[in-house]
């Protein structure tokens, strides 16, 4: 006769093999078929308990096969939150019925119209827009620098519609509808002739009289100069464009303020000077921190005090003490107004000032800027529908800018339609508009079809996540006791949080693979070595198709790499999609249910002719769960393993239970269990004990009993669990 540690053997050594032989059988292949088929559908408890095939099937996957009639204790361990310690399933000893629980998810899922994610990224957009407003109108600025001194005449101008266009924005004018024409005829006006064609108009006159001013053209569009416009006009125009387009102050309108500061300060011999010119009025009142709105006579009456006067104006008035006098050290004015030592201010004052507008010259657009984004914030936690999104036209104005789209390019009405699409389908709205504006747009909101808020697609589901924080903790933990356990609990709870509050904003396989401290962190969870799972091994895991058992992930000898795989929401592009994260059960569920009806089939199939091979199997199946010798306590047939191999007596379990795991920890070094080679010479001792104290397959034995599937005797009572339930 087949000794128990060759049945055993025959079946491990190839499990891949194993577990598809069984798969292939009829009756196994049918329920798979079914479940793969059927479990989607279900969207209550109700419902799963009433298909006795489902409920069957995830019963026996989970091992609970024995307590398939008792559908009112079950139901109750599906409806627990395992986030709350003191739920049904969580006060139930038996981690099975836990296990069963965390497989599926008969509680709503919490819809959120924007995650945190998704509006970083709309503020970074907006923000980045911002920057290349500046950077465009820089390069505006100094195409038109260039571009103007080429032209000869009036035609030449006009001609050069980005010209043109620069000229109308630098007076705030409609670029869309312009015409030569009418253009033509008030760059040529004779603006001395009070009947001329600038002259007469009745629309927007004062800035065509302006844009007519600006420019040196005969009545005939001939040049009256050498060029267009002198350099002080150009000078004026582009300063008026950096001040009229721009939404925020740039940086390359603070560098040319900054050259104006410098050359116009070495001119200044009276204070009258800078107060007398609005540009430097404003420059000094930025650089040196003032209220904008200052009193020119105030500034003068600063900066022409006596310092050295404690009775000086300087001295006396500032509203924080010191303050005036700090400004009035800036400078160089007599009492009377004049600039002494020639200089209004030295090398260093002048430094001083011109660093001080650097820092200070966007102070208004920072705080504008930090006041709109908390708006967005607070708004998009206090919206209830897309409509809330669309008639709030600060929020509005916002999405339109970071998403590149004009005021009135789409209407809102489109708009609606654009975030109510499923992005996840090629033929939705969104997709079909073919404008990666819109369809990025699109792709920062989660509303439904309604216009209500739906759940997120993220890469994983929020219970997933939850789950696989738990199981890292549970691993980075595993067999430690006093202050290492503490220790490590302690930094296994940061690296959770860590992975919590960035797994949310991961939207590919590529944004996953670039955060290696996420990568492990799920590997880990998943009881696999991190270290010997490289980037490349990782790209063929992802890129691998889940169904076809060729498959590279499906390949790998240790089914946990497909386990692995299948938590995340990604299809084999990298890309998120919809379809794996829906349902009572996600794809990982599915599969893992799946993984642990097959071994459950095979074991009971081996149990039918040696039981030794069946309890062998399942300590195999279960060892990467143990965590602690209470693990084995709690199970019955980890038990009755443990004790087969080393001869203890079945009255074992009436001493005390502290007591047994001393005795478990005495007989074996649970470290032992991560040890592959010490786990295959654990079961060689149990096989042989087995084999030693059994008929090897004379009648049927306590491991029937023991696993489920003997006589309904056999089996733990929901009355009885009820009542443990109740302690």
């Known amino acids: 006769m087949v000794s128990t540690y060759i049945g055993y053997d025959l079946v491990n050594r190839d499990m891949k093999t194993s577990l598809k032989r069984v798969a292939q059988e009829p009756e196994v292949a049918r329920e798979l078929k079914y479940y793969q088929d059927n479990i989607g559908k279900v969207k209550t408890v109700d419902d799963f308990m009433k298909d006795d095939r489902l409920y069957t099937y995830a019963m026996k996957a989970h091992g609970l096969e024995d307590m398939t009639y008792a559908k009112a204790f079950m139901k109750k361990v599906l409806e627990s939150d395992l986030n709350d310690e003191n739920s049904y399933a969580n006060k139930l000893a038996d981690d099975r019925y836990r296990n069963f629980a965390r497989s599926f998810n008969f509680s709503s899922e919490t819809a959120d119209m924007q995650t945190e994610k998704q509006e970083d990224d709309v503020i970074g957009l907006y923000k980045q827009s911002l920057v290349t407003e500046g950077d465009d109108a820089k390069a505006e600025v100094q195409y038109y620098d260039t571009a103007i001194d080429g032209v000869k005449n009036v035609d030449d101008l006009l001609k050069n519609s980005r010209l043109t266009k620069f000229v109308l924005n630098s007076y705030g004018l409609d670029t869309k509808y312009y015409s030569t024409d009418h253009l033509k005829k008030i760059l040529t006006s004779d603006l001395s002739d009070p009947t001329s064609y600038a002259n007469t108009l009745t629309t927007n006159k004062s800035d065509y009289l302006k844009i007519a001013n600006a420019f040196s053209f005969d009545t005939d569009g001939s040049l009256k100069n050498a060029t267009a416009q002198t350099a002080d006009q150009k000078t004026a125009m582009e300063d008026l464009y950096l001040e009229e387009v721009p939404s925020t102050e740039t940086a390359f309108r603070a560098e040319r303020e900054t050259t104006n500061y410098r050359t116009k300060i070495a001119a200044v011999t009276k204070v009258s000077d800078i107060t007398g010119d609005s540009r430097l009025f404003d420059y000094v009142k930025t650089a040196l921190g003032m209220d904008k709105n200052m009193l020119k006579s105030t500034f003068e009456n600063i900066v022409t005090s006596d310092l050295s006067d404690p009775t000086s104006y300087a001295n006396t008035q500032g509203k924080v003490k010191g303050d005036y006098a700090k400004i009035a050290a800036m400078f160089n004015f007599d009492t009377s107004g004049n600039t002494t030592a020639g200089d209004a201010q030295s090398a260093a004052q002048l430094s001083q000032t011109t660093t001080g507008y650097n820092t200070n010259y966007d102070d208004a657009d ?82 439904k079809s309604d216009g209500t808020p739906d759940v997120p697609l993220l890469a994983q589901s929020e219970r997933t996540i939850t789950e696989t924080a738990k199981d890292y903790i549970v691993q980075k933990t595993r067999f430690l006791s006093g202050k290492a356990q503490t220790d490590a609990k302690t930094a296994a709870q940061t690296d959770a949080k860590y992975y919590q509050d960035n797994i949310v904003k991961v939207t590919s396989v590529t944004d996953l693979l670039k955060d290696r401290k996420l990568v492990d962190f799920a590997l880990t969870a998943n009881g696999l070595d991190a270290t010997k799972v490289t980037d490349d091994m990782l790209k063929q895991l992802f890129s691998s198709d889940l169904t076809d058992p060729k498959s590279f992930a499906n390949a790998q000898s240790d089914e946990r790499y497909a386990q692995f795989v299948a938590s995340f929401n990604f299809d084999t592009s990298g890309k998120l999609d919809k379809n794996y994260a829906k349902g009572v059960q996600n794809r990982g569920e599915v599969q893992s249910t799946e993984n642990l009806y097959l071994h459950q089939s095979l074991e009971t199939e081996q149990g039918q002719s040696d039981q030794g091979v069946r309890l062998a199997l399942y300590w195999q199946r279960q060892a990467p769960t143990i965590t602690s010798a209470y693990d084995i306590l709690a199970d019955s047939a980890l038990l009755e393993v443990f004790r087969t191999a080393y001869s203890l007596p079945s009255d074992m379990s009436n001493m005390d239970i502290d007591q047994q795991k001393k005795v478990i920890e005495k007989k074996m070094d649970l470290n032992d269990l991560k040890d592959p080679n010490k786990e295959k010479k654990f079961l060689q001792r149990f096989t042989a004990m087995y084999d030693l104290q059994n008929d090897n397959g004379s009648s049927a034995n306590a491991a029937l009993t023991i696993l489920g599937g003997g006589s309904s005797s056999g089996g733990i009572s929901a009355s009885l669990l009820e009542s443990l339930n109740s302690r």
């Open 366 to 447: 920072q705080a504008s800027l930090d006041s709109l984004t908390t708006y967005y914030t607070t708004q998009m936690k206090s919206f209830t529908k897309v409509d809330d999104l669309l008639n709030n036209s600060r929020v509005y104005d916002m999405l339109m800018k970071a998403y590149g789209i004009g005021e009135d390019e789409f209407s809102k009405a489109n708009l609606k339609k654009v975030l109510t699409s499923d992005m996840t389908d090629p033929k939705s709205y969104a997709n079909k508009t073919n404008d990666k504006r819109l369809i990025s747009l699109a792709s920062a909101f989660n509303f």
